[in-house]
């Protein structure tokens, strides 16, 4: 574990490091070549040009044998990058290694205007008017807001400085680019789930007045907005009137009114936007685990059926404790994808990858309802864990859950067998039992297992080890995504291990 965090450590010393130019770094050792020498050329940048004695023997990296004992210039380029250059003394029956890191070569763009400038150059953005670029040439787009855009080529030299005089002309208030996400939600939801959010852009300086009317036409909502000082902007609504109520289902109509403030006057400009929104309390988004083979809880995951079609990728890390705690233990990093539907159940594939490489998991589950008699549901579930007999062999579990309750509150319990593909086969029995809350904001769920004995070889008494786990989970505010902790213990004959891991989940459906 110890050579993972180091390992880590040079990895980021490196990306530090690359930006700055670095000694040579030479390696010499005896071969026998009949008296003469070799020489090999390194670099850390593609197709570099290497000049030995200013004349051009080829790209990096290099190997040139049957050189004769002598004093050679080394040189490397690359357009955009600074130049390197070494001399080296060969001598007879030796290989020599050279290698050189490139960093860019950097000139400067010196813009002289009255405003203070947003810069796209060649695509990417620079804020302010002196600017540090490599060298090469640009198309450039010189912003400020309140002002029509400029656009201008040039070229950047290394180490030298280039002028350019930018005159911006005032702009005309428009407002385009409209879009509307989540215009259908509930607003119970939580996060961006529970709001509807129109994104614009403008050109200088005004406000919105913002009209929300029913589908009678009455107003529920109307307020201006703070005066725009940047291009993008966006509206959002939360579901509620005036009286910061939840207002009821239906369809509302939200009407975008904009005013000119950048000259003299206050003026009605002649932009206008509309959207429709439904207001939809049947679109219910619980933050969901995602700790076990499928969405769910880590023991007995709930079976009643998804409320919605859904398709979720995460990552995270789980760590587990090792024995004594003499040893650091083992860190699982996380893969997974999902779907959900009302009608197939919650279906999982996912991998983890541990810091020693024969502990490489893949793991799928499927959790399937097959009879629902609210408040009791009954299904099936499955769930294979792929992985070498070291980490402790391939397994394939089957259960048939059975729940009590609902979205809010419920109790799930399931029987099932585990086989498990060693030398000697494994059959062992299992009990899951869990106990989920969930509300709009957040998720929690207590859950354990119980095993057998091997029943291929033991009569059946209750073995070790027994474990135990908790989740939660939680959608932030101004947000998509889904985040998941779980800790648990795992109890053996002679020590108790810990267990605890994170996971962050996008909706790739509903997420939007």
């Not at 850390?44 to 990096?60: E, H, P, R």
């Not at 509307?180 to 509807?196: C, E, I, K, V």
């Not at 080890?465 to 995504?481: G, K, M, R, V």
């Amino acid at each position: 574990m110890r050579n993972f965090f180091f390992t880590l450590f040079l990895v980021f010393a490196g990306v530090v490091c690359a930006v700055q130019e670095e000694p040579p770094r030479i390696s010499v050792e005896t071969l026998d070549q009949k008296g003469l020498a070799s020489l090999v050329v390194q670099t850390d940048v593609s197709n570099a040009v290497i000049y030995i004695n200013n004349l051009y023997v080829g790209t990096a990296p290099l190997t040139l044998s049957n050189l004769k004992p002598n004093t050679y210039l080394v040189t490397i380029k690359k357009q955009g990058y600074r130049e390197r250059s070494i001399s080296l003394t060969l001598s007879a029956n030796t290989k020599t290694t050279v290698y050189m890191n490139l960093i860019p070569a950097t000139g400067y763009l010196s813009i002289i205007s009255d405003q203070s400038i947003v810069l796209i150059a060649n695509g990417k953005t620079y804020n302010g008017n002196f600017i540090e670029l490599p060298e090469g040439k640009y198309t450039c787009q010189a912003r400020a807001f309140g002002f029509e855009d400029e656009y201008f080529d040039t070229e950047i030299i290394y180490n030298r400085t280039t002028y350019k005089i930018v005159k911006f002309i005032p702009a005309e208030f428009r407002a385009e680019d409209f879009s509307a996400s989540n215009t259908a939600f509930n607003p119970r939801n939580a996060g961006l789930y529970g709001h509807s959010t129109i994104s614009f852009s403008v050109t200088t300086y005004g406000y919105a007045h913002v009209d929300i009317l029913d589908k009678n036409g009455n107003s529920i909502l109307t307020y201006d907005t703070p005066i725009f000082t940047t291009w993008e902007q966006n509206i959002k609504w939360n579901g509620k009137d005036k009286n910061n109520s939840i207002v009821p289902d239906g369809t509302y109509t939200i009407i975008i009114t904009f005013f000119d403030t950048s000259k003299a006057h206050e003026e009605q400009t002649l932009y206008i936007f509309k959207q429709e929104v439904n207001i939809n309390s049947s679109l219910v988004f619980y933050p969901e685990f995602h700790s076990g083979y499928v969405p769910g809880s880590v023991f007995a995951p709930a079976i009643i059926p998804p409320r919605n079609t859904s398709l979720k990728t995460s990552t995270g890390f789980s760590y587990t404790s090792v024995g004594n705690y003499e040893d650091f233990g083992m860190l699982d990093f996380i893969v997974k994808a999902s779907l959900s539907h009302p009608s197939i159940g919650r279906f999982e594939l996912g991998a983890s990858a541990a810091t020693d490489p024969e502990l490489l998991k893949a793991k799928l589950g499927l959790l399937l309802p097959l009879v629902v008699l609210k408040p009791v549901y009954f299904g099936f579930s499955c769930s294979s864990t792929i992985q070498s007999e070291t980490a402790g062999g391939t397994s394939i579990n089957a259960g048939l859950p059975i729940t009590i309750g609902s979205r809010e509150f419920s109790v799930t319990v399931t029987p099932g067998a585990t086989i498990t593909f060693l030398s000697s086969p494994l059959l062992n029995g299992y009990t899951e039992l869990s106990l989920q809350y969930s509300t709009y904001n957040l998720s929690a769920s207590l859950s354990g297992r119980l095993i057998t004995s091997n029943l291929l070889l033991q009569d059946f008494t209750i073995a070790l080890p027994a474990q135990i786990a908790f989740d939660f989970a939680f959608i932030p505010e101004e947000s998509f995504i889904e985040l998941g902790f779980w800790t648990g213990l795992i109890i053996k004959d002679s020590f108790i291990d810990v267990t605890a891991g994170f996971i962050i989940t996008i909706d790739l459906i509903n997420g939007y």
